[in-house]
């Protein structure tokens, strides 16, 4: 056993036993974050922050939800919204912040791509960061099922029929899937259960997988200059902070996040009072019958562009389409052969295929929502194929790419 | 050395704002556990005594908790003391106990005991008379009596009217 | 500045995107239809000026209640509500307050032909009829004698400014439409039991009526509890005014309301379904405050330690 001599104070105290004050300058006022950044560099803390609005409202929700066919909807719509005190507060918190996250999802995966943030060791963050990506995408889309409205049963309808894989006709495993020929009492217990322990499990696990993964290549910078980071840390310590070329996380880079979460909150919250619509579809105040479909069925915004990626083609063809897209993220940081950790608008005719990239996953995501007719099919159509064409061309381009 | 003390100052105004914040939804958290305006609402139980039957006990449901009514006989009202009829809820010539029929000690629900005109209570053997005061321990005070209103023959639980306000006053009520 | 230049790029593709999905798709997935003001331009003017004496009169001959009921003068429902509906296929309302809910021109033209003023003409071919019979006139012009009826029942009604929320969906809409959130059956307002048993008979008399007026509009009109959130205050006000423009061939009768009337339906549906939107304003408006603070505070102290940085 170690030896321990009596403590001062409860500080010295807690750091015999816990190493508080090693822990602090690690994981904190020694950690250090290059200085050449911008309020992109940011949207790391803002998800953190959402995540944790999240978590903190859904608890609130949790106390009075009914995971009961007969009871979810009023539960949901008369006791929360309409009886517990601000419980309406905590539903339109929880649910705009679950849109609201993927905005800045998005935003934070542009930003990787446009600066080359998952090249030269940076790879586990781009990939732990899909994870994230790709449990959030499940965690919305349990949690979208729960209220038992309209929007929620067809959803979950339509959603799980893809797994019976077209043409192959899997359709024990869409029945599995359920629990039930249609969704039903075991579809929403079971997804009520995804929703409130095992995806948001994986979610913190994966947090943790993905700070991990920063630790050691460092956060990227504006110019993806290559920092030594021991060198300039030993400047900023002996007092020479303007030169340095990197900052504390706290309280220097902690002050910047602080500035722009502000930002993000005056955002929010104008959306959770005012303008909610968006993100809570009036037709899931309806609620769910399963002998009367909507006459337009959409998923929520973010993930209508690789729904339209589903949509313009024959059943077998958009399933493998679709396919494609939920994994091809995944591959980035491979397809791009180019060595360049660069801004996008120094990297020739990467430039070019990021913002055509941008652009064609507005186009989808707006197609996504239209209905499927005339021009819109076309469109989307095009789109659908300029996205899976932009994969193809990638590790070309990137690879005639030359050196910056 | 200026810079420093304005730094560590704004860090701590910020840090001040920021956990007014956390109060702030503190007590929103705290509003939402209080108990719903339909369970509220659903706190007043109206019971019709002129059916009851002398010396048979009747249990009504009043906020979840069981209620004793027990129309006393003319012998009972007749050997009590002062103090117990203090606690006699009166209608007309009838003397009634009303009670919350849980045991002071630890909540227990006591038997009626027609014969002997007591409770016992089956958990830790504690008594009381047929007007509800501890008669062996182990509880320590008499089983409490309900916020009530008369009207006519009917008790209308959960209401403050003038004779429950009068057991008040005169501290019986528990 | 460079971090504002990124800053107007993120925002642009931002509002590009949530235009797309949101105002231009709904564009062009609902048909936006303007509301009329109520006007009722389909209608004819009333060409006689009523008197509400001579009226009472022509509404006893009439025979107006031997289907409806008005209370106001006295006069209860001649059948309970679940045998009204078996005969009728709906509860006839009382009229105790139609003369204020109700639009005069409406009603006049609801009078001579029940099934055109309502605009449901299109159910009621080969030989079936409106079950509210027209009023031919007693023999008198028709036309003075309507107008007679449309006074006597504004004489009678309570004055426009005491028609509550309540009382304006109740008359208008309430017979039909059910609102779980209030405990509004098509019966009324259901009364609190303290046994199972009566409470399933209730449950029972109530499933009866639906029965019948699920016959009668070919399916049950749906409970309006969270319409306010599901349709909207313009879906809902434009709608009530006359539904076949929103919803072509619907069984649902225009009703004939007031653009006040229609105004508190609009406001009791808001009570029910959206009872928390004043404190919803309020709470947001002191949230917006504290922020706005802290969004100051939050930049002072980064300004306060990015001046040695720089």
């Known amino acids: 056993m170690a030896h321990f001599e009596k403590a001062r104070n409860l500080e010295e105290w807690l750091d015999q036993r816990l190493a508080i004050k090693t822990l602090r300058r690690v994981l904190a006022e020694e950690y250090w974050i290059p200085k050449n950044i911008n309020f992109l560099w940011a949207m790391g803390m803002v998800l953190a922050i959402t995540f944790g609005i999240l978590l903190v409202s859904g608890i609130f929700l949790l106390m009075y939800y009914q995971p009961n066919i007969e009871t979810a909807f009023d539960s949901v719509n008369y006791t929360i919204m309409q009886e517990v005190e601000f419980g309406w507060l905590w539903r339109h918190m929880h649910a705009v912040a679950a849109s609201v996250v993927f905005l800045i999802i998005y935003i934070h995966m542009f930003t990787g791509i446009y600066y080359g943030s998952y090249k030269k060791g940076r790879e586990l963050i781009w990939i732990s960061g899909m994870l994230l990506f790709v449990t959030f995408s499940a965690e919305a889309f349990s949690g979208y099922m729960l209220p038992w409205g309209q929007m929620s049963y067809w959803a979950g309808m339509v959603i799980t029929n893809l797994f019976s894989l077209g043409s192959l006709e899997f359709n024990g495993l869409v029945e599995w899937i359920r629990g039930d020929y249609v969704p039903g009492q075991a579809f929403l217990t079971r997804f009520f259960m995804l929703h409130v322990l095992l995806l948001p499990l994986a979610i913190i696990g994966l947090i943790g997988l993905h700070f991990g993964t920063l630790r050691i290549p460092h956060v990227n910078n504006q110019d993806g200059e290559e920092i030594d980071f021991d060198e300039e840390a030993k400047k900023y310590l002996a007092g020479n902070k303007k030169e340095a070329k990197v900052i504390r996380f706290q309280p220097d880079f902690l002050s910047k996040d602080m500035f722009v979460v502000s930002i993000f909150l005056i955002f929010y919250f104008y959306l959770v009072f005012w303008h909610f619509d968006f993100a809570m579809d009036p037709i899931n105040f309806d609620p769910a019958d399963g002998l009367k479909t909507p006459p337009h069925i959409y998923p929520e915004w973010y993930f209508l562009w690789s729904y339209e990626i589903l949509r313009p083609f024959p059943k077998d063809p958009g399933l493998i389409a679709f396919g494609f897209a939920q994994v091809i993220f995944f591959f980035l940081p491979f397809l791009d052969k180019s060595p360049n950790v660069a801004p996008a608008s120094r990297r020739g005719m990467f430039k070019v295929w990021f913002w055509v990239m941008l652009v064609d996953m507005i186009v989808l995501t707006v197609m996504g929502k239209l209905p499927p007719q005339g021009i819109y099919s076309s469109i989307g159509f095009v789109a659908a194929v300029i996205f899976i064409g932009l994969w193809i061309v990638l590790p070309i381009i990137t690879k005639k790419e030359k050196a910056v | ?174 | ?310």
């Open chain 3, 1 to 310: 500045m460079k971090e504002l230049k990124i800053l107007a790029v993120v925002v642009f593709f931002t509002l590009l995107t949530y235009w797309g999905v949101e105002p231009y798709a709904h564009s062009i997935m609902h048909v936006h239809v303007e509301s009329e003001h109520y006007a009722y331009d389909d209608l004819e003017p009333l060409q006689k000026t009523g008197d509400a004496t001579r009226g009472a009169e022509v509404f006893m001959n009439a025979g107006c209640i031997g289907c409806h009921g008005v209370k106001a003068a006295g006069m209860p429902a001649p059948m309970d509500p679940v045998s009204a509906a078996a005969s009728f296929g709906v509860n006839p309302p009382d009229l105790s307050n139609a003369g204020a809910i109700f639009d005069a021109k409406f009603l006049a033209a609801l009078i001579k032909n029940p099934a055109h003023a309502l605009k449901v003409e299109h159910k009621f071919t080969g030989g079936r009829t409106h079950p509210m019979t027209p009023f031919y006139g007693l023999g008198g012009d028709l036309d003075q004698e309507v107008a007679d009826i449309v006074a006597y029942l504004k004489s009678i009604a309570k004055k426009p400014e005491d028609i509550t929320p309540k009382m304006a969906f109740e008359t208008a809409c309430g017979r039909c439409h059910a609102v779980k959130y209030d405990g509004w059956t098509q019966l009324g307002e259901k009364p609190k039991f303290k046994h199972k048993k009566d409470e399933l008979l209730y449950d029972a008399k109530v499933l009866d009526y639906q029965d019948y007026l699920t016959k009668y509009m070919g399916k049950l009109p749906p409970d309006l509890s969270m319409y306010i959130r599901s349709r909207g205050e313009h879906y809902i006000k434009t709608f009530i005014e006359n539904p076949q423009n929103l919803l072509h061939g619907t069984a649902m009768p225009r009703v004939g309301v007031t653009a006040d009337s229609a105004d508190k339906v609009v406001e009791y549906l808001a009570d029910v379904g959206d009872s928390k939107r004043h404190e919803r304003d309020s709470v947001g408006k002191m949230v917006m405050l504290y922020l706005f603070i802290f969004a100051i505070l939050a930049y002072l102290w980064k300004q306060s330690i990015w001046r040695e940085l720089h």
């Open chain 2, 1 to 174: 050395m200026a810079d420093n003390s304005r730094r560590d100052f704004m860090g701590k105004v910020f840090g001040g704002w920021a956990a007014l914040g956390g109060l702030g939804a503190l007590y929103a958290a705290k509003k939402t556990w209080d108990p719903l305006p339909s369970v509220k609402a659903a706190g007043f139980t109206k019971v019709d005594l002129s059916a009851a039957e002398p010396n048979v006990l009747n249990v009504e449901k009043w906020r979840g908790k069981p209620i004793f009514i027990l129309k006393k006989t003319p012998e009972m009202v007749a050997n009590q003391t002062d103090e117990e009829t203090a606690r006699d809820v009166i209608v007309g010539n009838d003397h009634f106990l009303i009670c919350i029929g849980l045991c002071t000690h630890l909540g227990c629900i006591p038997a009626y005991r027609p014969d002997k005109h007591d409770f016992k209570c089956a958990c830790h053997g504690g008594e009381f008379n047929a007007s509800a005061i501890n008669t062996a321990p182990p509880p320590p005070s008499p089983m409490v009596i309900p916020p009530f209103r008369l009207d006519g023959t009917t008790i209308i639980l959960g209401e403050e009217g003038p004779e429950y306000k009068k057991m008040k006053e005169a501290g019986v009520i528990a």
